[in-house]
């Protein structure tokens, strides 16, 4: 069910101060820039390959970004998300197999996809996502 990697999203203070260092520095395009308000955080994509960087900076104190950047000062790799052509049925075979999901129903996250999150505490210390094109579903 899992296809590929999708994405790793890594958390940041500022995307403006980012971006330079993913343009100039690895040479990426920026794709674009857009704001997920129900995790209260704005991201940018860069194509690397088949993969995707996910930038996302804290719009909220509450959003769980702005929570890691309060633990990781400096930012970093903050999940890596795998691609699914069925999200329903990869969450239901992750909790059947003992993982702690966060989400138990896909929700919309960023570039029109749905979302939904593995707790760290059960998937040896990374958060994990499994995404899908909203569209497919």
Do not use: W
């Amino acid at each position: 069910m899992i296809t590929k990697i999708d994405h790793l999203g890594i958390a940041v203070k500022s995307l403006d101060e980012a971006i330079p260092y993913y343009e100039n520095v690895l040479g990426l395009h920026c794709e674009g820039r857009e704001e997920v308000e129900s995790q209260k955080v704005r991201t940018a994509f860069f194509a690397a390959g088949d993969v995707h960087i996910e930038l996302l900076e804290p719009t909220s104190e509450e959003s769980p970004i702005a929570k890691f950047l309060e633990k990781n000062p400096s930012g970093g790799i903050h999940h890596i998300a795998f691609a699914t052509d069925d999200i329903t049925g990869q969450l239901a075979q992750a909790k059947d197999k003992g993982a702690r999901l966060i989400h138990e129903v896909p929700f919309e996250g960023a570039a029109d996809k749905l979302v939904a999150f593995l707790h760290p505490k059960s998937t040896f210390g990374v958060l994990t996502e499994f995404c899908m094109p909203a569209k497919a579903h």
